[in-house]
């Protein structure tokens, strides 16, 4: 799959910008600059629009992934049920902090609402969904990816 591909199976509308942009993050895990300008050049725009809409959406990264993603919602509902503790748990186990671009091997993302209201907190692993997460079940998680 290239992205000329991808490119090709989308009519160059504004609309279909963002399923590409999602469709090239699924298939290499970010869109690269280089990816973005062949989507800005065949949208006819420029890149700047390209990166607003890609820059919007928590789940569309610009820049390359470390091995471990690890990302927990901060939506109200799952607030509310303690996914700063285990944010707060996390930080202790891999003694790294949120948001962090310094550990080259894992990143910590606090993400915006998943709408998995009544499963919350979420967490996601390197894709991997996990529901209902509380800081006790951080060890038993993280110990399958660390």
């Given at each position: 799959?290239?992205?000329?591909?991808?490119?090709?199976?989308?009519?160059?509308?504004?609309?279909?910008?963002l399923?590409?942009?999602?469709?090239?993050?699924?298939?290499?895990?970010?869109?690269?600059?280089?990816?973005?300008?062949?989507?800005?050049?065949?949208?006819?725009?420029?890149?700047?629009?390209?990166?607003?809409?890609?820059?919007?959406?928590?789940?569309?990264?610009?820049?390359?992934?470390?091995?471990?993603?690890?990302?927990?919602?901060s939506?109200?509902?799952?607030?509310?049920?303690?996914?700063?503790?285990?944010?707060?748990?996390?930080e202790?186990?891999?003694?790294?902090?949120?948001?962090?671009?310094?550990?080259?091997?894992?990143?910590?993302?606090?993400?915006?609402?998943?709408?998995?209201?009544?499963?919350?907190?979420?967490?996601?692993?390197?894709?991997?969904?996990?529901?209902?997460?509380?800081?006790?079940?951080?060890?038993?998680?993280?110990?399958?990816?660390?």
């Open positions: 799959m290239t992205v000329e591909k991808i490119l090709l199976e989308f009519d160059p509308k504004p609309k279909n910008i399923p590409v942009l999602k469709k090239i993050n699924a298939g290499f895990g970010y869109v690269s600059e280089k990816d973005a300008q062949k989507v800005a050049d065949y949208f006819l725009l420029p890149l700047s629009k390209i990166y607003e809409n890609a820059s919007f959406y928590d789940l569309i990264k610009t820049k390359r992934q470390p091995p471990l993603v690890i990302q927990v919602c939506g109200a509902n799952c607030a509310v049920k303690s996914a700063y503790g285990v944010i707060s748990e996390i202790n186990y891999l003694h790294i902090k949120a948001g962090d671009d310094f550990n080259p091997k894992v990143k910590l993302e606090v993400i915006s609402c998943l709408g998995q209201c009544g499963s919350g907190p979420v967490v996601i692993v390197n894709g991997n969904v996990f529901t209902k997460v509380t800081p006790s079940s951080v060890d038993d998680i993280l110990r399958n990816y660390v």
